[in-house]
């Protein structure tokens, strides 16, 4: 076991890790923070993505051990105060929420995308969801929507 | 075992890491015999019986109509046409939980479609009352029909009787590919007899199914091959042969479309040759040949209702210029090559014809006004309870959001099959909105003996019920259920059961625009227009949402997705890094054209959507690549490498691709 320290959301916590957990397992088991989804555990669906100081990542493929000292943000830490994040509120006026399996993890990628770009292109959106397979809904209502969002 | 996938232990620990520590332990020693891969193999070699009545799995024949004299201006196409193993895709894998109390009462959480149907296999197999199976629906991340028959949960439910403690089983995605059920590899040979102004005459279809090592929901799966073409089009005669053939491959089971997309993709693949042959527009041959409003469709017996089909590919070539680009593509010789196609599709509204489709619910006001619906929904991501909340608040002019709606819990909500077979919108939708009629008459009768004026001067207007004609308030909902507890002795709930009257056809025509790059065999689909008659539209985003994610699931099945087996009869992609489905930049922008109209018994119009937009998606886009290259090719998927090898049926079409191959 080894003790790490990181924030999740904004909390910090210090945890005791085994050196083979994964992040996923992190942040559903021991956190509870179950919104991070698992689709494949080899990082081709994006169902698991979070955002690690301000990059998407696939957290089936990070060991636990690696966010040492690093800032976290999961679908739990969108929104505040019971208010939803402008990606979410557009995800639901754009209908971009079928089955929601892969909701979490395409909000957290287009997160990542809109800290570092805030006015993309389609393309450019495209490109920062490809890692996030969605069987339901054919994308074209999760791209406008992360386009509308990105207009505020 | 009988197949690369199948079940040897269960083994079940005190946590996920212990179970697979123990499961590494195990040492299984395998004596290999020959396998049969395909049905070829299987239906040839009668001494090897993969079950213990053969291989051939189930056998039907449907013959319908009148041959026509043979007239002498007739010509006969012949085609056949490959579908293949297909993995469903739903992006959360296969899971449940089980326990079994001190009571004797055995309860499972499962995602699954129906849990009618597990209560019912459990009861039986482990011998207990119906009333001591409670099988309860959990929130569902994707199913398009992987997740409608009974799964894992009798594995799971024994383990929890033998321990008397709770037991979950979460499948990894390896063993919801090769150990769920797939979508059935078919081939079919189609043999038309068409006259030379392009009627339909003669239609004779065989076709074959490889259901896998188990039989499952092979036949009736089989047989629907038989039932969708005649809701399409017009034939004077029309026979259809097939069999389901046991493989050792893994189970085949039911899939989104059941049947459809695999008989409608050789049929319109099979049209385009006839229209080639004839030297038409596939368009104009189609509109000569397709079902018109209320047709009978001889091998059901049964009207295919405001059937819009006609009207789908009339608007949608407008739409999608398909005269112009259909003229202008398809002459490219240089490495891109640019084609369009089209393709119709036909599906249906439910199981009326085939068994009794019946649904029951409990509706009732609370105090407050807000609602209750008790309903044994079982919503897989297609807004199936959101569209039970927009009809109940449609009859009873209420904000769809006071309105709380169940799934299905065998110990609570009344019964139902299941959502799947493209009958919820049109038959549980029904029951959502006579069971609404019905509490509002209740409630038009209870204010009408509060008002001592009759139920016909009365009508619900936001909320409230008013008397016609004045400009008054009225009374609030909140009031009259208030009221209907404390002073009169009763409550504002109602118990329906809704059987369906009817099973028309929904309908989709969708045109596609495809570049092949003739150096490295790729397709990219560059255009799509999905059209489709599903009646009146209850949720546009979540409509137009089921075609666009409809048209994901058909480019794949087109161009890329297959679960392989190779020789020794081991699954090839197994895993999402082999298995490919198609991601975001790769997708079109898809555009949906809805025919709207009410002509049908589904709640306000409404028909069904899930099934039928993923119908004939994978033939719009082999048709278009045929066009690009001049082609006739229909082994699917088109993979590079068939694009590849394609018989240069367009001379010089392939040197640029032998170039770089070489």
Same mark, same amino acid.
């Given at each position: 076991?080894?003790?790490?320290?990181?924030?999740?959301?904004?909390?910090?916590?210090?945890?005791?890790?085994?050196?083979?957990?994964?992040?996923?397992?992190?942040?559903?088991?021991?956190?509870?923070?179950?919104?991070?989804?698992?689709?494949?555990?080899?990082?081709?669906?994006?169902?698991?993505?979070?955002?690690?100081?301000?990059?998407?990542?696939?957290?089936?493929?990070?060991?636990?051990?690696?966010?040492?000292?690093?800032?976290?943000?999961?679908?739990?830490?969108?929104?505040?105060?019971?208010?939803?994040?402008?990606?979410?509120?557009?995800?639901?006026?754009?209908?971009?929420?079928?089955?929601?399996?892969?909701?979490?993890?395409?909000?957290?990628?287009?997160?990542?995308?809109?800290?570092?770009?805030?006015?993309?292109?389609?393309?450019?959106?495209?490109?920062?969801?490809?890692?996030?397979?969605?069987?339901?809904?054919?994308?074209?209502?999760?791209?406008?929507?992360?386009?509308?969002?990105?207009?505020? | 075992?009988?197949?690369?996938?199948?079940?040897?232990?269960?083994?079940?620990?005190?946590?996920?890491?212990?179970?697979?520590?123990?499961?590494?332990?195990?040492?299984?020693?395998?004596?290999?015999?020959?396998?049969?891969?395909?049905?070829?193999?299987?239906?040839?070699?009668?001494?090897?019986?993969?079950?213990?009545?053969?291989?051939?799995?189930?056998?039907?024949?449907?013959?319908?109509?009148?041959?026509?004299?043979?007239?002498?201006?007739?010509?006969?196409?012949?085609?056949?046409?490959?579908?293949?193993?297909?993995?469903?895709?739903?992006?959360?894998?296969?899971?449940?939980?089980?326990?079994?109390?001190?009571?004797?009462?055995?309860?499972?959480?499962?995602?699954?479609?129906?849990?009618?149907?597990?209560?019912?296999?459990?009861?039986?197999?482990?011998?207990?009352?119906?009333?001591?199976?409670?099988?309860?629906?959990?929130?569902?991340?994707?199913?398009?029909?992987?997740?409608?028959?009974?799964?894992?949960?009798?594995?799971?439910?024994?383990?929890?009787?033998?321990?008397?403690?709770?037991?979950?089983?979460?499948?990894?995605?390896?063993?919801?590919?090769?150990?769920?059920?797939?979508?059935?590899?078919?081939?079919?040979?189609?043999?038309?007899?068409?006259?030379?102004?392009?009627?339909?005459?003669?239609?004779?279809?065989?076709?074959?199914?490889?259901?896998?090592?188990?039989?499952?929901?092979?036949?009736?799966?089989?047989?629907?091959?038989?039932?969708?073409?005649?809701?399409?089009?017009?034939?004077?005669?029309?026979?259809?042969?097939?069999?389901?053939?046991?493989?050792?491959?893994?189970?085949?089971? /039911?899939?989104?479309?059941?049947? !459809?997309?695999? #008989? =409608?993709? &050789?049929?319109?693949?099979?049209? %385009?040759?006839?229209?080639?042959?004839?030297?038409?527009?596939?368009?104009?041959?189609?509109?000569?040949?397709?079902?018109?409003?209320?047709?009978?469709?001889?091998?059901?017996?049964?009207?295919?209702?405001?059937?819009?089909?006609?009207?789908?590919?009339?608007?949608?070539?407008?739409?999608?210029?398909?005269?112009?680009?259909?003229?202008?593509?398809?002459?490219?010789?240089?490495?891109?090559?640019?084609?369009?196609?089209?393709?119709?599709?036909?599906?249906?509204?439910?199981?009326?014809?085939?068994?009794?489709?019946?649904?029951?619910?409990?509706?009732?006001?609370?105090?407050?006004?807000?609602?209750?619906?008790?309903?044994?929904?079982?919503?897989? /991501?297609?807004?199936?309870?959101? !569209?039970?909340? #927009? =009809?109940? &608040?449609?009859?009873?002019?209420? %904000?769809?959001?006071?309105?709380?709606?169940?799934?299905?819990?065998?110990?609570?909500?009344?019964?139902?099959?299941?959502?799947?077979?493209?009958?919820?919108?049109?038959?549980?939708?029904?029951?959502?909105?006579?069971?609404?009629?019905?509490?509002?008459?209740?409630?038009?009768?209870?204010?009408?003996?509060?008002?001592?004026?009759?139920?016909?001067?009365?009508?619900?207007?936001?909320?409230?019920?008013?008397?016609?004609?004045?400009?008054?308030?009225?009374?609030?909902?909140?009031?009259?259920?208030?009221?209907?507890?404390?002073?009169?002795?009763?409550?504002?709930?109602?118990?329906?059961?809704?059987?369906?009257?009817?099973?028309?056809?929904?309908?989709?025509?969708?045109?596609?625009?495809?570049?092949?790059?003739?150096?490295?065999?790729?397709?990219?689909?560059?255009?799509?227009?999905?059209?489709?008659?599903?009646?009146?539209?209850?949720?546009?985003?979540?409509?137009?949402?089921?075609?666009?994610?409809?048209?994901?699931?058909?480019?794949?099945?087109?161009?890329?997705?297959?679960?392989?087996?190779?020789?020794?009869?081991?699954?090839?992609?197994?895993?999402?890094?082999?298995?490919?489905?198609?991601?975001?930049?790769?997708?079109?922008?898809?555009?949906?054209?809805?025919?709207?109209?009410?002509?049908?018994?589904?709640?306000?119009?409404?028909?069904?959507?899930?099934?039928?937009?993923?119908?004939?998606?994978?033939?719009?886009?082999?048709?278009?690549?045929?066009?690009?290259?001049?082609?006739?090719?229909?082994?699917?998927?088109?993979?590079?490498?068939?694009?590849?090898?394609?018989?240069?049926?367009?001379?010089?079409?392939?040197?640029?691709?032998?170039?770089?191959?070489?």
């Amino acid at each position: 076991m080894m003790l790490i320290q990181f924030k999740v959301n904004g909390k910090s916590y210090s945890i005791d890790v085994c050196p083979t957990m994964r992040l996923l397992d992190l942040l559903r088991d021991e956190l509870g923070l179950t919104g991070t989804k698992e689709g494949c555990a080899e990082g081709e669906c994006g169902a698991c993505t979070v955002i690690i100081d301000g990059e998407a990542v696939n957290s089936c493929l990070v060991l636990a051990s690696q966010v040492r000292g690093k800032e976290i943000i999961t679908v739990e830490g969108l929104g505040e105060d019971g208010k939803l994040d402008i990606l979410q509120q557009k995800f639901l006026e754009h209908s971009a929420v079928e089955c929601g399996f892969c909701t979490p993890g395409m909000l957290m990628s287009a997160k990542a995308l809109l800290m570092k770009n805030p006015h993309p292109t389609e393309e450019e959106i495209r490109l920062a969801i490809a890692g996030n397979l969605c069987r339901c809904s054919g994308y074209s209502q999760i791209v406008a929507a992360v386009k509308d969002a990105a207009k505020g | 075992m009988k197949y690369v996938g199948d079940r040897v232990a269960a083994v079940v620990a005190t946590s996920f890491a212990a179970a697979m520590e123990a499961v590494s332990l195990i040492d299984v020693e395998y004596e290999e015999l020959p396998a049969l891969l395909t049905t070829e193999a299987a239906l040839e070699n009668k001494e090897a019986k993969i079950q213990p009545r053969g291989n051939l799995a189930h056998e039907y024949e449907v013959d319908a109509g009148e041959v026509p004299s043979m007239a002498d201006d007739c010509i006969i196409v012949e085609s056949e046409t490959q579908t293949q193993r297909t993995h469903h895709g739903a992006l959360e894998p296969h899971v449940c939980i089980a326990d079994y109390d001190s009571s004797g009462k055995l309860t499972v959480w499962t995602p699954t479609q129906g849990v009618f149907g597990v209560r019912t296999v459990l009861a039986e197999l482990f011998g207990l009352s119906y009333s001591k199976v409670r099988v309860i629906k959990i929130p569902t991340g994707g199913s398009f029909g992987g997740k409608q028959e009974y799964l894992f949960e009798p594995v799971t439910s024994f383990m929890a009787m033998e321990l008397k403690r709770p037991v979950k089983l979460l499948l990894d995605r390896e063993e919801c590919i090769i150990h769920t059920r797939v979508r059935p590899a078919v081939n079919t040979k189609i043999k038309t007899v068409v006259t030379k102004s392009g009627k339909l005459q003669e239609f004779i279809a065989d076709s074959t199914l490889d259901a896998g090592a188990f039989s499952g929901s092979a036949p009736d799966y089989a047989r629907s091959l038989s039932l969708k073409v005649t809701k399409l089009y017009r034939i004077p005669h029309y026979k259809h042969t097939g069999r389901a053939v046991y493989t050792n491959t893994v189970k085949s089971g /039911g899939a989104r479309g059941w049947a !459809a997309p695999e #008989i =409608i993709t &050789a049929t319109e693949v099979h049209m %385009d040759q006839v229209a080639r042959r004839l030297k038409m527009d596939p368009v104009e041959f189609r509109l000569q040949n397709l079902v018109h409003p209320y047709d009978m469709d001889p091998v059901l017996n049964l009207s295919v209702g405001d059937a819009r089909v006609i009207e789908c590919l009339e608007k949608g070539a407008e739409a999608f210029r398909w005269k112009e680009r259909f003229s202008d593509c398809g002459k490219d010789q240089g490495r891109y090559r640019r084609g369009v196609g089209v393709a119709c599709g036909a599906h249906k509204n439910g199981m009326y014809g085939g068994f009794v489709d019946c649904t029951s619910m409990v509706l009732k006001m609370n105090e407050d006004g807000s609602l209750n619906l008790n309903a044994s929904l079982h919503d897989v /991501g297609c807004g199936t309870t959101t !569209a039970m909340k #927009i =009809i109940v &608040a449609e009859v009873l002019d209420i %904000d769809p959001d006071l309105i709380t709606v169940t799934e299905a819990d065998t110990e609570l909500t009344g019964y139902d099959p299941g959502c799947y077979g493209s009958r919820v919108t049109y038959n549980v939708g029904a029951c959502a909105k006579e069971t609404a009629e019905i509490l509002k008459d209740k409630i038009l009768g209870r204010v009408s003996f509060i008002l001592q004026k009759p139920k016909e001067y009365l009508k619900v207007e936001n909320g409230h019920v008013v008397t016609i004609g004045t400009d008054q308030r009225g009374i609030s909902y909140k009031e009259i259920a208030e009221k209907a507890v404390q002073e009169n002795y009763t409550d504002l709930s109602v118990a329906h059961t809704y059987y369906s009257p009817s099973n028309p056809g929904s309908y989709s025509v969708q045109f596609a625009e495809v570049i092949v790059d003739s150096a490295t065999g790729l397709t990219r689909v560059t255009d799509f227009l999905a059209v489709g008659d599903v009646g009146r539209v209850l949720n546009r985003g979540m409509v137009e949402g089921q075609f666009q994610g409809a048209v994901q699931m058909g480019i794949g099945y087109a161009l890329c997705e297959e679960v392989k087996i190779d020789d020794q009869g081991k699954p090839v992609n197994n895993s999402f890094k082999k298995y490919h489905m198609v991601n975001a930049p790769d997708m079109p922008d898809v555009k949906v054209l809805l025919i709207e109209h009410e002509g049908d018994d589904g709640p306000f119009g409404a028909k069904s959507v899930g099934e039928i937009s993923a119908v004939p998606t994978a033939a719009a886009v082999i048709n278009a690549v045929n066009h690009a290259l001049g082609t006739s090719l229909s082994e699917l998927p088109l993979t590079p490498e068939k694009i590849l090898d394609a018989p240069g049926t367009v001379p010089g079409a392939f040197l640029g691709s032998k170039m770089h191959r070489g």
